[in-house]
């Protein structure tokens, strides 16, 4: 059972920084891709970045510049440097990884979710 973990979020001021971690139960080598998505309230949840085993990275459009996403394969686990943060930031941030299956299909796995918050 695929098991990941968010932590790093919090409360930040406008133009602050944090750094979100997301670890994974297993070797992420595993996963075709991972990556981050957020949802605000009231909001259907968006890609924000993710990041395939090849290395390419996708950023949606009102994070380029200001996120970075990456990772550390000994420790398994994906990151997502949040810089010039504004309160449009604000948002609950969910890990996400996906891989095909042996049958082709594709499966979703989900973290439980961390926090961020851009007020002052």
């Known amino acids: 059972q695929v098991q990941l973990v968010e932590s790093g979020g919090g409360l930040v001021q406008p133009g602050g920084s944090l750094r979100l971690s997301c670890a994974a139960s297993?070797?992420?080598?595993?996963?075709?891709?991972m990556g981050w998505y957020r949802q605000a309230p009231g909001k259907e949840r968006e890609l924000v970045a993710d990041?395939?085993?090849?290395?390419?990275?996708n950023y949606a459009d009102s994070v380029k510049g200001r996120y970075t996403i990456s990772r550390d394969n000994a420790k398994n686990t994906v990151y997502l440097q949040m810089n010039s943060l504004k309160p449009e930031d604000t948002a609950v941030y969910y890990c996400n990884a996906k891989k095909i299956s042996d049958y082709g299909t594709l499966l979703n796995y989900w973290g439980q979710g961390t926090q961020v918050t851009v007020s002052s």
């Open positions: 297993g070797s992420i080598f595993s996963f075709n891709a």
């Open positions: 990041l395939t085993s090849g290395g390419s990275t």
